[in-house]
């Protein structure tokens, strides 16, 4: 195995200690300073070949580093002055990383195309008047139960037939508000986590918000990379996230093979929180079911969540997700959302379960799934047709690695694409260190249009940096 930290280290002015061998590492452990608060706002770090030489490194890979950490928007730097710690203006104890930047869009002509946002294609979404009309609600009452029974019911089959185990179960506000939830009150601050790289934004600008380290473990189109996420186990990884399908933004779905050996490999480790999030359920491609994770273990070792979101499928305003996971970490999850909200609306709640068991509804929502493979794959289609590779298997976004080449940047891709009338994402809001990229919704696309999107990209990979049309 490689050594990713070693035994070598730095201490900078204010005591700290820089450990790592790798550029990942070198600027985690960094990123773990200045969040803890370690290393103060405006601190000068070390000169490059100084802890290249305290680390017995090359001066390249602590370069790297710094660069990362900039890239992060923690560092700012100058050739003269070097590379400080970030000031951080909010009255804070432990200061936040930055947000990522938001795709850039001013250059998107009126009334440029949406392929840019994510969303679901709102004329596929169910419509839930009848659905109100004739619902049962019983309200809430104060000091009763959080789940309603009736979603328990509902989703206590639905896991139990895809093979996931539910000891306990909990609700919570949606599938990112359940899994920061569990890792809040499971981990540690500074504990790492292994997540996917590229992954969902809102995940990765999180966890770090959160006071944990992402630990960025690579995928394919069959999901997590054993190698990788050994790596990141023997790293120390307290926590590993996993998207059973509809990864965002690859599109990515565990295979059956992968997710038993994923499993084998977690369960080396047994004390580390396997937390596997679907908020993919009824969207992604219906060739292609759930190969959980957590069901390939039977019953994993250690503390462990299975998220599953209704957002995508019936509507982004019904903020209701189901957690199941051992009793432990899922009364950690309800003891949290009685501290604070108390309970997710049991009106919500009754709305889901109803929409997870009405038949029309459920023809809908297939047909949904049929229609976003349909547009899905013509965009990866006409990509590929034009020699251009793209990642797509389930979900509603197509993935587009960047070559590497100094003339290729998102920014330039993006701005040209939107000059062509279709708004795409730039990738950088999804990476942490995997190379550039850009994202397709697909959600709405007509596949007609498939060949025009494709071509507009295939052009500005192959247009040199600066030169227009």
């Not at 804070?92 to 990383?97: H, Y």
């Not at 049991?346 to 297939?366: C, F, K, P, S, Y």
């Not at 007509?446 to 500005?460: N, T």
Request: proline share 9%; aromatic share 4%; hydrophobic share 45%.
């Amino acid at each position: 195995m490689v050594d990713l930290y070693g035994y070598n280290h730095l201490i900078v002015p204010s005591q700290y200690q820089i450990n790592g061998r790798r550029a990942v590492t070198i600027a985690q452990s960094i990123e773990a300073g200045i969040t803890s608060a370690a290393l103060a706002p405006g601190e000068l770090l070390p000169p490059i070949r100084e802890l290249a030489d305290a680390l017995g490194v090359s001066p390249g890979t602590v370069a790297a580093a710094y660069r990362l950490l900039g890239q992060r928007g923690l560092t700012t730097s100058d050739r003269r002055r070097g590379t400080r710690v970030r000031p951080w203006y909010a009255e804070t104890a432990r200061p936040a990383a930055a947000p990522r930047a938001p795709s850039p869009q001013s250059f998107a002509p009126e009334g440029a195309a949406d392929l840019a946002s994510g969303n679901p294609d709102p004329t596929l979404l169910p419509d839930l008047s009848p659905i109100l009309e004739r619902l049962d609600h019983v309200p809430a009452r104060y000091g009763g139960p959080q789940l309603d029974g009736r979603l328990a019911a509902v989703a206590r089959r639905q896991l139990e037939s895809d093979g996931v185990p539910v000891p306990a179960l909990a609700c919570s506000f949606g599938a990112l508000d359940g899994i920061r939830r569990v890792l809040t009150t499971s981990l540690r601050h500074g504990d790492r986590v292994a997540v996917e790289d590229p992954g969902w934004p809102s995940l990765l600008d999180g966890i770090r918000r959160l006071g944990f380290a992402p630990v960025p473990t690579e995928l394919d189109d069959e999901g997590l990379l054993p190698s990788s996420l050994w790596d990141a186990l023997a790293a120390g990884a307290k926590a590993v996230i996993i998207t059973s399908r509809a990864q965002n933004p690859t599109g990515a779905a565990s295979a059956p093979g992968r997710a038993v050996e994923i499993a084998a490999l977690i369960a080396r480790y047994p004390g580390t929180l396997l937390l596997e999030d679907d908020h993919g359920h009824a969207i992604a491609d219906p060739d292609e079911p759930l190969h959980s994770v957590i069901a390939a273990s039977g019953s994993p070792p250690g503390p462990w969540a299975f998220v599953r979101s209704s957002a995508k499928a019936y509507g982004p305003d019904l903020r209701v997700a189901v957690v199941a996971g051992d009793p432990t970490t899922v009364g950690r999850v309800e003891l949290d959302v009685a501290s604070s909200a108390g309970w997710v609306s049991h009106l919500n709640q009754q709305i889901v379960a109803t929409l997870w068991t009405d038949e029309d509804v459920g023809r809908l929502v297939r047909k949904a799934a049929e229609l976003y493979r349909e547009r899905r794959h013509a965009l990866v289609a006409a990509l590929r047709a034009l020699g251009v590779q793209a990642h797509g298997k389930t979900g509603l976004n197509v993935w587009i690695p960047l070559p590497a080449a100094p003339s290729i940047d998102e920014a330039s891709i993006v701005a040209d694409v939107m000059a062509g009338g279709w708004r795409v994402a730039a990738g950088a809001g999804s990476r942490l260190v995997s190379g550039p990229a850009v994202r397709v919704t697909t959600a709405a696309l007509d596949p007609g249009d498939a060949p025009e999107v494709a071509g507009l990209i295939a052009r500005a990979i192959e247009r040199p940096a600066g030169r227009g049309y």
